[in-house]
């Protein structure tokens, strides 16, 4: 019976076949479809991982590179601030450096240029015998020599000059005034006598050895810087007032001499007021040669020989 029953049997079984094959098909399909959603989900993760590992990356780079960056300049400025201050340092001292310099430069110049004038105004004095300056900022040489001629009782002057001398002296005398020598050619030895006697009375009279040694200075000239010394000069009194003190000027022979020394060559040395140019007291009794065109000159215009000359004033307080 059964076997009448096969086509049955086996059509039950086909279709129970088919069903089963629809049936793996579609679980086939299902699966194929999870794993293609699968596979995509595991794409969108990989994806993401990339791009946020590549936007990490990017980040990190780029932090890195600031912060490197960053580091650099703090190096830079942490290094640069001493060296800055330093090279400040260094600039100050080579700026005080240059100015002291120029300092040093400035005064050795001005130094250079006044011992410049000094001998040019040297240079300049007139090397003619009777115009010699003698004082005390120009001593003699060493060893200066003068030929010397007397004048009468025991006084001597430059040889040169005696006979305008003689003629002066006989001159006034021819008008009734009568001169006299006190002083006229005197030795080195002479003039350290005499100004060692000046330093003396000084302290005598109870100023300091320094004190009485400026004091003699303007009254005898240092030894060397003497008119005396020169021949050329010589201290004249009148018969009624030999003293040599500023009385001198009210006598007879003072005046006839102030009024025609010149014409014999001499000029009053020492006037008064005058003692910051010459460097000597008003002395009215020392006369000197210099030749009768500049002895007219000098007493016309009532100056000194250092002026005549052009020569620098001797400061009294030297
Ligand atoms: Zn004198």
Redesign the pocket.
Known sequence: MYQSLPGKEQTTHREKGKQMNIGRRKRRERLKLQRRRESRREKKRLLGFFAVGCAMFLIGAFAGGFYVKNMDHFVQAASQEPVESAAWEGNLQAKVEEMQAEILRESQEKAQREKEQAEEQEENLPTDWNLRLVNRTHPLPENYEVELGSIGGGHQLDVRIVDEYKKMIQAARAEGVYIYVS?SYRSMLKQVELHHDKILDGIKEGFSYDEAKTLAATVVAVPGTSE?QLGL?V?LVSSEYRRLDEKQENTKGFQWLKEHCWEYGFILRYPNGRTDITGIIY?PW?FRYVGEMAAKEIMEKGITLEEYLGALPVSAEQ
């Open positions: 002083s005396h000069a201290d002395e020392h």
